[in-house]
């Protein structure tokens, strides 16, 4: 299996800023592709931000030009970098990865970090 184990959430006030991170682990495993998704209460969970191996990146409408999503290849890990944060932004956040494992294609979750903006 790979693992993912997001850090970095938290309580934040309106205008302020958090960096999430994401880890992967395991063995025999290529991570390609990951991505943050973000999930609030009694709605859907939408997509974030992802990000190719090759670093080619794609954002919700709502968060472009707010928030940044990076990864070290090396490291195996996703980072979102989140400005300007507002009430609408609070959510569980969860982090997305997908490679191959084994050399058979995998797809993980991480368990959720929550953000919270206060207005």
């Known amino acids: 299996q790979v693992q993912l184990v997001e850090s970095g959430g938290g309580l934040v006030q309106a205008g302020g800023s958090l960096r999430l991170s994401c880890a992967a682990s395991g063995s025999d495993f290529t991570i390609s592709a990951m991505g943050w998704y973000r999930q609030a209460p009694g709605k859907q969970r939408d997509l974030v931000a992802f990000?190719?191996?090759?670093?080619?990146?794609k954002y919700g409408d709502s968060v472009k030009g707010r928030f940044t999503i990076s990864r070290d290849n090396v490291k195996n890990t996703v980072y979102l970098q989140m400005n300007s944060l507002n009430a609408e932004d609070t959510a569980v956040y969860y982090c997305w990865g997908g490679g191959r494992l084994s050399e058979r294609p995998f797809n993980s979750w991480g368990q959720g970090t929550q953000v919270t903006v206060s207005s």
């Open positions: 990000i190719s191996s090759g670093g080619s990146t």
